[in-house]
């Protein structure tokens, strides 16, 4: 039994013994549901977040359902505590700070905007279960998380005047004035609230329906047939329809098709529709310049979007990741007291620098010190090392290494897409560009080996050799299971 197992489970048992002598109540350890390389991401937390949204989910879904919504739910909240220490472990890196008259106007707008005194504020705060200095501190990392997205994501995204014209031109029909369009319907309505049996039997009769149209059937008969449209008496005859008069999710429906399609089974805030376009009247084209702003402001949003999505992932492969949360765990047994919470989730190789050989130097003032970048780009790394002094035979070695920040020499997992970038220091002269070695490389070598103690590669320019040392284990959270209590 590991220590920490032995610690949680004395933990446990003392804490099962108190609730025994209370209330018989079941005892719950905070678990440990995500590790960040050194930071942790609590139940507590995660549950904070999603708090608001899974009562209102309990409000409207009963059993299956709701429980399956709620996982759902659970999941994305702790992506986005995920994303949240990561894009505050950049903020870091890249020095981004949120000063104190900075955070002080955004705390007075607040209550500036709510006619609230700062008493009054504390008040709400505190029937909250927050603190103003707690709620100060979210709003400082909201405010760095919205700096360090603004320089990474939104200051990286441009729109030329030519991919604005190549988007008005590739979609004519989006920008023409007063155009037209019949169509027909055959419509499943739904209601907020409804129950989900009752939600999927209008989602199966629409299915059914579509199936009958797609099978030959006249789209008119079957509406008439079987659509819960008032026009269905009229064959689903909606008439002619032009932009902004109908909800937009309709709308788009009716605009995405040709003239003679027939959407799939759609399904709206009203409910199930399943639309025929039987003829367009075209419209006058709106002229590029009147429309260039919103395609320009249009097109950079969906950069943005995509640019973010990339831009998290680099996050995401350039830190260890550990999750420990499973939102459909039981628990062991009827009689358990102890949440199931511990597995063995990955592993973690570890590649640790313990040698740096020069093959050749250039002989000049300061030849004696190196130093590294890690990252994509060797012009724009994610960081570099302090420098260190190579020896007689231009070696580094484990004891000079082993004073620099260990994460400039061990490397947890890393990053497939990134490097180590060396350089040799000259205080009178520019530094001198030695070569790289891509991680890629490394994780190659170590497939080809998976027992090696010890890897040696050199970089492209086979000016530098490296050697690490190569540390495989399997990771595990620091809650005890359940089963090892009491053993």
Known sequence: MSPWAKCFALCAAFLAGCATAASAAPVTIERIVAKVDQEIITLSELQDLVKEEVSNLARVYKGEEFERRRREMELRGLDALVENKLILRRAKSMGVT????????????????????????????????????????????????????????????????????????????????????????????????????????????????????????????????????????????????????????????????????????????????????????????????????????????????????????????????????DPQVQAVSAGATVDPLFRDVREQVTFKLVGVRLAR??????????????????????????????????????DEIGVLEKSQREFVNPDPSASLFFFEHNYLLPNAYLGRVHFADVIKEFSLKPNVKKLSLETDSKRVRLEFEVKVEKTRSIVADPREIGQ
């Open 98 to 325: 949120v000063g104190e008259s900075e955070l002080e106007q955004a705390v007075s707008s607040v209550t500036d905007r709510n006619r609230l005194t700062t008493q009054d504020f504390r008040k709400y705060l505190a029937s909250q279960g927050m603190t103003l200095e707690t709620y100060r501190e979210k709003v400082r990392e909201r405010l760095l998380v919205r700096k360090v997205e603004s320089l990474d994501v939104a200051l990286r995204v441009t729109v030329s005047d030519d991919e604005i014209a190549a988007y008005y031109k590739a979609n004519p029909d989006l920008y023409r004035e007063g155009e037209e369009r019949r169509v027909q319907q055959i419509f499943f309505p739904t209601k907020e609230g409804m129950p989900e049996p009752e939600v999927e039997a209008q989602r199966q009769k629409a299915a059914a329906a579509h199936k009958e149209v797609g099978g030959g059937a006249d789209f008119g008969e079957t509406a008439k047939k079987v659509s819960q449209d008032p026009a269905a008496a009229q064959g689903g005859n909606l008439g002619f329809i032009k932009k902004g008069e109908v909800f937009p999710e309709f709308e788009a429906i009716i605009f995405s098709l040709k003239e003679g399609e027939v959407s799939q089974p759609m399904k709206t805030r009203a409910g199930f529709h399943i639309v025929k376009l039987l003829e367009i009247k075209r419209g006058k084209a709106i002229s590029l310049e009147s429309v260039s702003s919103k395609i320009r402001d249009q097109l950079a949003e969906e950069k943005r979007a995509k640019r973010r999505r990339e831009w998290i992932s680099e996050l995401k492969r350039a830190s260890f990741l550990e999750v420990h949360f």
């Open 361 to 398: 130097s250039n002989e000049m003032v300061g030849k004696d010190r190196l130093f590294w970048a890690y990252g994509a780009n060797q012009k724009d790394p994610r960081w570099k090392s302090e420098k260190v002094k190579t020896d007689d035979k231009l070696f580094v070695g484990p």
